[in-house]
């Protein structure tokens, strides 16, 4: 119970911060550029066995020095500061620009309004975009202000869902099935304590880092 009283006085005190923070995530899809969303993704990319503020810099680095569109994988990977597994993210980020460039211009926005529900663009992600996970895909759609209702299990998560009695053990690793199922069981808990998805991933986060980040 002490747990459960926690995220709720987190989610009482940070109800306006989350909500702005959210409101940021909406914004990027219907005002930003395709850069813009580009370069949430390829944050997305580089966030796993990774800290999110190292991704964010190292993302930033790209930006500044004008190689997330056209820079090669030896210099991509050369900005990657703090970001594991370096290399093999700066291929995927070279894979997206790829995937995503049509007629020389990055364009996702056409691709992802394909879909009639934000499943199957989720599904689309993982299965088309190397280096993108369920949580990756969550993630990135949460952030462009399409996924609310997704959850992004990363280990801060886990750990709190495991805590709050939602799951029984924190996963060694998440096949589809079990992504889904503690999906189901987090959408179910954050029903019931009436708290929503999206809210309660930011709390759960803060309550773990001290911050609001994305």
Known sequence: MNALKKIKDICSVKQNEIQLRLDDFKRIWHESSEKDIFTELIFCILTPQSRAKSCWNAVNNLLDRNLLLKGDANKIAKELSGVRFKNKKAEYIIEARKLFTINGRISIRPKMRQFDEINGAREWLVQNVKGIGYKEASHFLRNIGLGENLAILDRH??????????????????????????????????????????????????????????
């Not at 889904?180 to 708290?195: G, H, L, V």
């Open 157 to 214: 998560i886990l750990k709190n869902l495991h805590l709050l009695g939602v799951i029984d053990e924190i996963p060694n690793s998440l096949s589809k099935q079990r992504y889904f199922e503690i999906e189901s069981k987090m959408t179910k808990f954050a029903s019931k304590i009436n708290i929503p998805m999206s809210h309660l991933d930011l709390v759960l986060w803060f309550k773990e880092t001290g911050e609001i980040f994305k």
